[in-house]
T-cell receptor
Framework: AQTVTQSQPEMSVQEAETVTLSCTYDTSENNYYLFWYKQPPSRQMILVIRQEAYKQQNATENRFSVNFQKAAKSFSLKISDSQLGDTAMYFCAFMRMDSNYQLIWGAGTKLIIKP | DTGVSQNPRHKITKRGQNVTFRCDPISEHNRLYWYRQTLGQGPEFLTYFQNEAQLEKSRLLSDRFSAERPKGSFSTLEIQRTEQGDSAMYLC???????????FGNGTRLTVT
């Protein structure tokens, strides 16, 4: 069975700093997707970034980038030039590429950006 | 694209009562998912639909839970004989295909007293 581990329950950085959130996963699959979702306080879950396992190039979306290490089963999220609006819970999720396409979620990291 | 809509936003009920939640997905999305999220945890999968067909149910979904998606549009999640352990945020999400990103609603927060 797949598992997703986020080892940092909470992190706090100053505005404009760079922060990296860690995520490791366990699977015997070779093809899968990895995601980072953001859930601001009392607001809906939104997709931050997606990585296909077959792609060696790390995904990037503006200030958000990932460091995908397939052999190590590691998928960290880097947020550059952090902003107050980045304060949220961040969830790492794994998706098998089979007929169900189910997401397996980590427990989340609470990120606080301080002014 | 008006996004995924869930109603109600909050529901407080007494133990033993039945509750029903509604989810309106993004109109062109074929897949609809229900998740449960407790405080400080990631979402837990409950069930999903491909159009009107319910294709999988988690073992978390006891016989007190039932979900429907008539005509492949909106979906309802009913919990019968609610228990205090049912208190959680119930999230609905939809997607165009199986491997496309999920779009989430704001959730329905259930409190069972």
């Amino acid at each position: 069975a797949q598992t997703v581990t986020q080892s940092q329950p909470e992190m706090s950085v100053q505005e404009a700093e760079t922060v990296t959130l860690s995520c490791t996963y366990d699977t015997s699959e070779n093809n899968y997707y990895l995601f980072w979702y953001k859930q601001p306080p009392s607001r809906q879950m939104i997709l931050v970034i997606r990585q296909e396992a077959y792609k060696q190039q790390n995904a990037t979306e503006n200030r958000f980038s990932v460091n995908f290490q397939k052999a190590a089963k590691s998928f960290s999220l880097k947020i550059s030039d952090s902003q107050l609006g980045d304060t949220a819970m961040y969830f790492c999720a794994f998706m098998r590429m089979d007929s169900n396409y189910q997401l397996i979620w980590g427990a989340g990291t609470k990120l606080i950006i301080k002014p | 694209d008006t996004g995924v809509s869930q109603n109600p936003r909050h529901k407080i009920t007494k133990r033993g009562q039945n509750v029903t939640f509604r989810c309106d997905p993004i109109s062109e999305h074929n897949r609809l998912y229900w998740y449960r999220q407790t405080l400080g945890q990631g979402p837990e999968f409950l069930t999903y639909f491909q159009n009107e067909a319910q294709l999988e149910k988690s073992r978390l979904l006891s016989d007190r839970f039932s979900a429907e998606r008539p005509k492949g549009s909106f979906s309802t999640l009913e919990i019968q004989r609610t228990e205090q352990g049912d208190s959680a945020m119930y999230l609905c999400a939809s997607s165009w295909t199986g491997d496309s990103p999920l779009h989430f609603g704001n959730g329905t927060r259930l409190t069972v007293t």
